[in-house]
């Protein structure tokens, strides 16, 4: 996973790696399989007969898997081969264009949620792709490059947040950051990532005006002394801004900042 934090550089290469950053983030975006080509999240427990709306074959769970049928018509190919018969799927955990099953250039994403499975369609042709034209983003400002300190707890805990499908689930918190602006010190509970990295998800007064109603950041992994750099450039829109059908997590409780944070990732923007 990239992290957020710019090398020690002068003001003019970090402007540089910033606006090369917002450059590969848009391509990822608009690529065929990111965040705007996601059109439906269906939950198998919406669909007790097995028969997703517009998705091809039958799905049902069974102790901790999903079991996909499918018969010739239904032109599904399982890792890459013409599918036919029955087979035992577990959550595809790779990048998207890896999932095991596809029809066509969709790809069918099997997803594991607190105990819930779901198949994600994305579809290269999705109307949102299509639409997409880029990423509003304040250009880089040194002045939002600061340095912070990660508080880690002494044991990791879960809170209950709306997500952006209306549904509450639990979000795993590790610990906070602390950092200065506008003279004042604020906090952000973040979880710690595998690689070491941190991951925020924040609003601040410009959320739902000028910016989305909120965003993610994700810090760099921590100095052995806690030092961290929290570089607001790089706030990210989270997937929900492109795609409805993200189950993005809200805000944890004290992750509501009282500034202004007009820096990094504005909002979507269609043609």
């Not at 709306?162 to 795993?172: I, K, P, T």
């Amino acid at each position: 996973m990239s992290t957020d934090a710019p090398q020690p550089h002068g003001a003019e290469q970090a402007a540089q790696d910033w606006k090369h950053w917002h450059e590969e983030r848009t391509a990822t975006v608009a690529g065929p399989y990111g965040p705007l080509s996601l059109t439906g999240t269906h939950w198998l427990s919406d669909h007790p007969e097995g028969r997703i709306p517009g998705v091809p074959g039958q799905w049902r769970e069974d102790d901790g898997a999903v079991v996909l049928s499918a018969s010739a018509e239904d032109g599904l190919t399982v890792d890459g081969e013409p599918f036919t018969g029955e087979v035992r799927l577990t959550a595809d955990r790779g990048p998207i264009e890896t999932s095991r099953v596809a029809h066509g250039r969709r790809r069918l994403v099997v997803l594991s949620r607190e105990g819930l499975r779901a198949v994600r369609d994305f579809d290269p042709d999705s109307p949102a792709r299509r639409a997409f034209r880029a990423i509003e983003a304040t250009p880089y400002d040194p002045r939002w490059v600061l340095p912070g300190t990660f508080r880690p707890y002494d044991n990791a805990r879960t809170v209950r947040v709306e997500n952006a499908d209306g549904v509450e689930r639990g979000l795993g918190l590790a610990g906070e950051i602390a950092f200065e602006a506008d003279g004042r010190e604020h906090t952000l509970r973040v979880a710690v990532e595998p690689d070491g990295s941190l991951w925020a998800v924040f609003a601040d007064t410009t959320s739902g005006d000028s910016s989305y109603r909120f965003r993610f950041l994700r810090p760099a992994a921590p100095a052995g002394d806690g030092s961290v750099t929290v570089d607001l450039n790089r706030a990210l829109l989270p997937p929900c801004a492109f795609a409805d059908h993200f189950i993005c997590p809200f805000p944890p409780p004290g992750n509501t900042l009282s500034l202004a944070v007009e820096a990094g990732e504005r909002n979507r923007v269609d043609g």
